[in-house]
C-alpha cells in the first residue's frame, strides 16, 4: 500500500519523542539519549510533503533532519561513511529537502546560503559554478563531485549539475581533500548526493511562476516495480525572460532516472542516468561608470545579438554494492561523463570617459568536448588492530578523459556602442573559429583510509592517495605535442577527542596539491611546471545539546599554499614557481530549535588571506603583490536562517547572506564592495498532500557584484547578481 504523507497540522504538538525518531529514522539513524523533558517539535523544514524520505521511513521530505546534521554518516569527508562528530574536520551537510524551502533552486544558492564561510564567483565562462572556500577560489582549488566522482575541469569549466530538484543532500568539505579525491582540492569539495530509487511509493511535483517571466515545472516519482527493484525519475525545467535586457533569457532541463535492483539481501545493483541541458542568460557584465554601477545601466545587456551559449551533459553511473558480512562491505562504480559546450558571445566592456560609449572587445567562440570514463573501487573492513576496533577501507579510481577545444584565437574584434538605446550587432569573427588543440588524459590512482578506536573517547584517523595522471596534447594548428606525467602524494592525520558523547574536540593536519591550470587542458607553456602544494592545520570542536536541540560546530585554521607561478626577478616573461600563498582562520556554526515555534540555524566564517611571495611582470617591471589578498576571496563572510511556525499549518522564514569586499586584481585596487542579501519565505501547508509558497529574493534590492574584471588595476564592469524578484509555487504529492 502506498504510504500516506505526513503532515504538519501544529508545529508545536507533535510529540518530542516520535518527532526525534521519526527523524533519525528518515536519516538511517537510531535514537540517541535524550535529556529528560527535552522539548522538540517539527516544522516544515523537517517533514514536509515536498521531499522523498529514506526507504522504509514513512516518512516523506525527511531525508536528513534539520540542522547540522552531525549524527549522520556521510561519505563525503570520509569513504568510511562517519558521520561529522565522528570526522576531525569541518563538514556542511545540506539536506536536499532544505535547499528546495528556503527557495534555493541552483546548487550554488544552495551552497553558498548554507555552508559555511563558501561563496561564488560564478559566470558564463566557468560554467555558473565556481567557488571560494578558505583563501582559494574557482573550480582547480574546490572540487566538485556527483556521488563521490571527481568532475574533471576543462578549460576552468564545471557546468554540472546545476538543478536541485534532484539531490538528496550536498556534503560540503572545508579544506584539503586531495587524500579523498585527488588534486584540486585544496580550498574543498562540494560533493552532490542524488536522490536513490525507493522502495516506497512516492510521487510529487512543483509548479512555480515568478517576476520577469520565472517559470518552473518538476516532477519526482519512485517506488518498487516488483520485491526486487525500485526505480526513480526526476525531471525539471526553469525558464525565463530574465531580469537583463536584451537577450537576458534562460532555460533548462534536467531529467534524472535510476532503477535498483536488490539481487540478493547482501548485494545490490543500481543504474543511472542524468541528462542536464542549459542555455544560460547571456549577460557578462555591466561597465562601471566611474568605479560604479549607474541605475541607469543596470539592466542593460552589453553582448551582441547573435550571443549563444550551449551546455549539454549525459552522465551514466553503474554502482554495485556486495556485503558478504557484517564487517565487509565492497564497492565499485563505473561511470561515462560526456559533456558539449558552446559559447559566442563579446565578453569585456569597458566605459570610454572620452567618448561616453561602452568599449566592447573579446569577441570569442569556444566550443568543448569532453569525455571522461572511469570506475571507482573500495572494499571496506571492520574488525581489530592491536586489541583495538578498527575500520579500513582501500581502493583505486582509474579516468580516462578526452578533451577537445575549439576557438576563433587569438579574440580579436572591438566595437563601441551607446550607453543606451544601443544596436547590440552581431559576432565579429576575426580569425575564424577552427580546431585549437585536443588532449587525452590518463588518471590512476590508489587510496586508503583507516580509523583506529582507542577507547569510548579517542580515536585516529588517517588517509593516504597515490595519483598518477598522464596528459598527451595535441596542437591541431602547429601540428606539435608533448607528453607530460605528474606524481603526487598527499595524505592525511588527525583524532578525535570525546569529552561527552555529544561532544567532540579534534585535530587534524592534511596535504593537497592543485594543479597549474586545468589539468586535461594544460598548456605547451605549463607543462613544466610541477603540482601546486599545500598543507593545513585544523583544529576544532563540534557537539550537541538540549537534547538534540541544538548543534554547534567551532574550527580555526592555517594553509600554506606552495608553487605557485610567479615571474623571475629582472627577467621579465620568464616564470617560475616559488611563489607562497597562505591563509588562517575561524569558522562557526550553529543550529538552534530555540522553542517548538523558532528555529535559528547561522554560520560564521572569518579569514585572513594574502599572497606570502607572488611577482607578476607589469609594463616590463617586476611587481610583488606579498601581503595582498588573492583575488575573488571575501575575507569575512556569514549566513543566517531564522524560521517561525506562527500559526498552524504556516511557517515563514527570513535568510540573510552577508559577503564581505573582494578584489579583481592582483595589487588590490579594483574594490567590490561588501554586500548583505535579505531573503523571505512564507509556506502554507493547504491540504496534508500539498504546499504553497511565497519567496522574496534581495528583499531590499541590493545592487552587488558576484564577479569581476580590471585593466590597468581599475575595474571595468561587475557581473551583477540578481535583483529583487517574487515567486510563487506548488507542490503536491500524490
Given at each position: 500500500?502506498?504510504?500516506?504523507?505526513?503532515?504538519?497540522?501544529s508545529p508545536g504538538r507533535v510529540p518530542a519523542r516520535l518527532?526525534?525518531?521519526?527523524?533519525?529514522?528518515?536519516?538511517?539513524?537510531?535514537?540517541?539519549?535524550?535529556?529528560?523533558?527535552?522539548?522538540?517539535?517539527?516544522?516544515?523544514?523537517?517533514?514536509?510533503?515536498?521531499?522523498?524520505?529514506?526507504?522504509?521511513?514513512?516518512?516523506?521530505?525527511?531525508?536528513?533532519?534539520?540542522?547540522?546534521?552531525?549524527?549522520?554518516?556521510?561519505?563525503?569527508?570520509?569513504?568510511?561513511?562517519?558521520?561529522?562528530?565522528?570526522?576531525?574536520?569541518?563538514?556542511?551537510?545540506?539536506?536536499?529537502?532544505?535547499?528546495?524551502?528556503?527557495?534555493?533552486?541552483?546548487?550554488?544558492?544552495?551552497?553558498?546560503?548554507?555552508?559555511?564561510?563558501?561563496?561564488?564567483?560564478?559566470s558564463p565562462g566557468n560554467g555558473n559554478g565556481a567557488f571560494?572556500?578558505?583563501?582559494?577560489?574557482?573550480?582547480?582549488?574546490?572540487?566538485?563531485?556527483?556521488?563521490?566522482?571527481?568532475?574533471?575541469?576543462?578549460?576552468?569549466?564545471?557546468?554540472?549539475?546545476?538543478?536541485?530538484?534532484?539531490?538528496?543532500?550536498?556534503?560540503?568539505?572545508?579544506?584539503?581533500?586531495?587524500?579523498?579525491?585527488?588534486?584540486?582540492?585544496?580550498?574543498?569539495?562540494?560533493?552532490?548526493?542524488?536522490?536513490?530509487?525507493?522502495?516506497?511509493p512516492l510521487n510529487e511535483a512543483r509548479v512555480g511562476l515568478?517576476?520577469?517571466?520565472?517559470?518552473?515545472?518538476?516532477?519526482?516519482?519512485?517506488?518498487?516495480?516488483?520485491?526486487?527493484?525500485?526505480?526513480?525519475?526526476?525531471?525539471?525545467?526553469?525558464?525565463?525572460?530574465?531580469?537583463?535586457?536584451?537577450?537576458?533569457?534562460?532555460?533548462?532541463?534536467?531529467?534524472?532516472?535510476?532503477?535498483?535492483?536488490?539481487?540478493?539481501?547482501?548485494?545490490?545493483?543500481?543504474?543511472?542516468?542524468?541528462?542536464?541541458?542549459?542555455?544560460?542568460?547571456?549577460?557578462?557584465?555591466?561597465?562601471?561608470?566611474?568605479?560604479?554601477?549607474?541605475?541607469?545601466?543596470?539592466?542593460?545587456?552589453?553582448?551582441?545579438?547573435?550571443?549563444?551559449?550551449?551546455?549539454?551533459?549525459?552522465?551514466?553511473?553503474?554502482?554495485?554494492?556486495?556485503?558478504?558480512?557484517?564487517?565487509?562491505?565492497?564497492?565499485?562504480?563505473?561511470?561515462?561523463?560526456?559533456?558539449?559546450?558552446?559559447?559566442?558571445?563579446?565578453?569585456?566592456?569597458?566605459?570610454?570617459?572620452?567618448?561616453?560609449?561602452?568599449?566592447?572587445?573579446?569577441?570569442?567562440?569556444?566550443?568543448?568536448?569532453?569525455?571522461?570514463?572511469?570506475?571507482?573501487?573500495?572494499?571496506?573492513?571492520?574488525?581489530?588492530?592491536?586489541?583495538?576496533?578498527?575500520?579500513?577501507?582501500?581502493?583505486?579510481?582509474?579516468?580516462?578523459?578526452?578533451?577537445?577545444?575549439?576557438?576563433?584565437?587569438?579574440?580579436?574584434?572591438?566595437?563601441?556602442?551607446?550607453?543606451?538605446?544601443?544596436?547590440?550587432?552581431?559576432?565579429?569573427?576575426?580569425?575564424?573559429?577552427?580546431?585549437?588543440?585536443?588532449?587525452?588524459?590518463?588518471?590512476?590512482?590508489?587510496?586508503?583510509?583507516?580509523?583506529?578506536?582507542?577507547?569510548?573517547?579517542?580515536?585516529?584517523?588517517?588517509?593516504?592517495?597515490?595519483?598518477?595522471?598522464?596528459?598527451?596534447?595535441?596542437?591541431?594548428?602547429?601540428?606539435?605535442?608533448?607528453?607530460?606525467?605528474?606524481?603526487?602524494?598527499?595524505?592525511?592525520?588527525?583524532?578525535?577527542?570525546?569529552?561527552?558523547?555529544?561532544?567532540?574536540?579534534?585535530?587534524?593536519?592534511?596535504?593537497?596539491?592543485?594543479?597549474?591550470?586545468?589539468?586535461?587542458?594544460?598548456?605547451?607553456?605549463?607543462?613544466?611546471?610541477?603540482?601546486?602544494?599545500?598543507?593545513?592545520?585544523?583544529?576544532?570542536?563540534?557537539?550537541?545539546?538540549?537534547?538534540?536541540?541544538?548543534?554547534?560546530?567551532?574550527?580555526?585554521?592555517?594553509?600554506?599554499?606552495?608553487?605557485?607561478?610567479?615571474?623571475?626577478?629582472?627577467?621579465?616573461?620568464?616564470?617560475?614557481?616559488?611563489?607562497?600563498?597562505?591563509?588562517?582562520?575561524?569558522?562557526?556554526?550553529?543550529?538552534?530549535?530555540?522553542?517548538?515555534?523558532?528555529?535559528?540555524?547561522?554560520?560564521?566564517?572569518?579569514?585572513?588571506?594574502?599572497?606570502?611571495?607572488?611577482?607578476?611582470?607589469?609594463?616590463?617591471?617586476?611587481?610583488?603583490?606579498?601581503?595582498?589578498?588573492?583575488?575573488?576571496?571575501?575575507?569575512?563572510?556569514?549566513?543566517?536562517?531564522?524560521?517561525?511556525?506562527?500559526?498552524?499549518?504556516?511557517?515563514?522564514?527570513?535568510?540573510?547572506?552577508?559577503?564581505?569586499?573582494?578584489?579583481?586584481?592582483?595589487?588590490?585596487?579594483?574594490?567590490?564592495?561588501?554586500?548583505?542579501?535579505?531573503?523571505?519565505?512564507?509556506?502554507?501547508?493547504?491540504?496534508?498532500?500539498?504546499?504553497?509558497?511565497?519567496?522574496?529574493?534581495?528583499?531590499?534590492?541590493?545592487?552587488?557584484?558576484?564577479?569581476?574584471?580590471?585593466?590597468?588595476?581599475?575595474?571595468?564592469?561587475?557581473?551583477?547578481?540578481?535583483?529583487?524578484?517574487?515567486?510563487?509555487?506548488?507542490?503536491?504529492?500524490?
Amino acid at each position: 500500500m502506498p504510504s500516506r504523507p505526513l503532515t504538519i497540522r501544529s508545529p508545536g504538538r507533535v510529540p518530542a519523542r516520535l518527532a526525534r525518531r521519526l527523524l533519525l529514522a528518515a536519516a538511517g539513524l537510531a535514537a540517541g539519549p535524550e535529556a529528560a523533558g527535552a522539548q522538540e517539535s517539527v516544522t516544515l523544514d523537517t517533514l514536509s510533503v515536498a521531499g522523498a524520505g529514506t526507504p522504509g521511513a514513512g516518512v516523506l521530505g525527511a531525508d536528513l533532519p534539520a540542522g547540522l546534521a552531525l549524527r549522520a554518516p556521510n561519505r563525503g569527508a570520509s569513504r568510511l561513511g562517519l558521520t561529522p562528530l565522528e570526522t576531525p574536520a569541518s563538514i556542511d551537510v545540506i539536506a536536499g529537502e532544505t535547499a528546495r524551502l528556503r527557495g534555493q533552486n541552483t546548487l550554488v544558492e544552495a551552497v553558498t546560503q548554507n555552508a559555511t564561510g563558501i561563496t561564488t564567483i560564478a559566470s558564463p565562462g566557468n560554467g555558473n559554478g565556481a567557488f571560494t572556500a578558505r583563501g582559494f577560489a574557482g573550480p582547480n582549488s574546490i572540487q566538485q563531485l556527483i556521488d563521490g566522482t571527481r568532475l574533471f575541469v576543462g578549460a576552468g569549466t564545471v557546468n554540472f549539475p546545476f538543478d536541485t530538484w534532484n539531490i538528496e543532500r550536498i556534503e560540503v568539505l572545508r579544506g584539503p581533500a586531495s587524500v579523498l579525491y585527488g588534486d584540486g582540492a585544496i580550498g574543498g569539495v562540494v560533493n552532490v548526493v542524488t536522490k536513490k530509487p525507493l522502495f516506497v511509493p512516492l510521487n510529487e511535483a512543483r509548479v512555480g511562476l515568478g517576476t520577469d517571466g520565472v517559470a518552473r515545472l518538476a516532477v519526482d516519482s519512485g517506488g518498487p516495480i516488483g520485491e526486487s527493484m525500485a526505480y526513480r525519475l526526476n525531471v525539471s525545467g526553469n525558464r525565463a525572460d530574465g531580469w537583463i535586457t536584451p537577450d537576458g533569457d534562460f532555460r533548462n532541463l534536467a531529467v534524472s532516472g535510476a532503477l535498483a535492483w536488490r539481487v540478493t539481501p547482501d548485494l545490490d545493483l543500481t543504474v543511472s542516468h542524468d541528462y542536464g541541458f542549459q542555455e544560460p542568460t547571456r549577460y557578462w557584465g555591466t561597465p562601471l561608470v566611474e568605479g560604479r554601477i549607474l541605475e541607469r545601466l543596470r539592466f542593460n545587456n552589453y553582448n551582441i545579438r547573435d550571443s549563444k551559449i550551449l551546455w549539454q551533459d549525459n552522465w551514466t553511473q553503474a554502482r554495485a554494492e556486495w556485503r558478504p558480512s557484517a564487517d565487509i562491505t565492497i564497492r565499485n562504480t563505473a561511470y561515462r561523463l560526456q559533456s558539449r559546450r558552446h559559447w559566442r558571445d563579446v565578453e569585456q566592456y569597458a566605459f570610454n570617459r572620452g567618448t561616453g560609449l561602452i568599449d566592447r572587445s573579446d569577441y570569442i567562440e569556444i566550443y568543448h568536448q569532453q569525455e571522461q570514463i572511469g570506475n571507482r573501487f573500495d572494499a571496506a573492513f571492520r574488525g581489530e588492530l592491536f586489541g583495538f576496533r578498527n575500520e579500513f577501507l582501500a581502493g583505486f579510481d582509474v579516468n580516462a578523459i578526452r578533451f577537445r577545444h575549439t576557438n576563433n584565437s587569438p579574440y580579436g574584434g572591438e566595437s563601441s556602442v551607446a550607453p543606451t538605446n544601443y544596436d547590440p550587432g552581431l559576432f565579429i569573427n576575426l580569425a575564424g573559429t577552427r580546431p585549437a588543440y585536443s588532449t587525452r588524459t590518463s588518471q590512476a590512482s590508489v587510496f586508503a583510509e583507516d580509523r583506529l578506536i582507542l577507547s569510548d573517547r579517542l580515536s585516529l584517523l588517517a588517509g593516504v592517495r597515490y595519483d598518477a595522471p598522464s596528459l598527451h596534447r595535441d596542437d591541431l594548428r602547429a601540428g606539435t605535442s608533448f607528453d607530460r606525467d605528474f606524481r603526487s602524494v598527499s595524505y592525511r592525520f588527525g583524532a578525535v577527542y570525546n569529552p561527552t558523547p555529544e561532544t567532540a574536540l579534534y585535530a587534524q593536519y592534511a596535504t593537497a596539491t592543485d594543479p597549474v591550470g586545468s589539468l586535461i587542458s594544460l598548456s605547451q607553456s605549463l607543462a613544466n611546471f610541477q603540482l601546486s602544494t599545500g598543507q593545513q592545520v585544523e583544529v576544532g570542536a563540534k557537539g550537541l545539546f538540549w537534547g538534540g536541540l541544538g548543534e554547534w560546530t567551532l574550527a580555526g585554521y592555517r594553509i600554506v599554499k606552495d608553487n605557485l607561478i610567479s615571474t623571475v626577478p629582472g627577467q621579465p616573461g620568464v616564470s617560475t614557481q616559488v611563489g607562497q600563498q597562505s591563509s588562517q582562520g575561524f569558522e562557526a556554526a550553529l543550529s538552534l530549535q530555540i522553542t517548538p515555534l523558532w528555529r535559528l540555524d547561522a554560520n560564521l566564517a572569518l579569514l585572513h588571506a594574502q599572497y606570502d611571495d607572488f611577482n607578476q611582470a607589469v609594463n616590463g617591471a617586476v611587481v610583488s603583490y606579498a601581503g595582498r589578498q588573492p583575488i575573488d576571496v571575501p575575507e569575512r563572510v556569514a549566513n543566517l536562517w531564522l524560521n517561525y511556525a506562527f500559526a498552524p499549518r504556516w511557517e515563514a522564514r527570513v535568510g540573510v547572506q552577508y559577503v564581505g569586499d573582494t578584489f579583481s586584481n592582483f595589487g588590490n585596487t579594483a574594490r567590490r564592495p561588501d554586500y548583505a542579501l535579505v531573503n523571505l519565505g512564507l509556506d502554507h501547508q493547504v491540504t496534508p498532500a500539498s504546499r504553497l509558497s511565497l519567496r522574496v529574493y534581495n528583499l531590499f534590492d541590493k545592487v552587488y557584484a558576484v564577479s569581476g574584471n580590471a585593466v590597468d588595476g581599475i575595474g571595468t564592469n561587475w557581473l551583477l547578481g540578481r535583483p529583487r524578484s517574487f515567486e510563487v509555487a506548488y507542490a503536491v504529492s500524490f
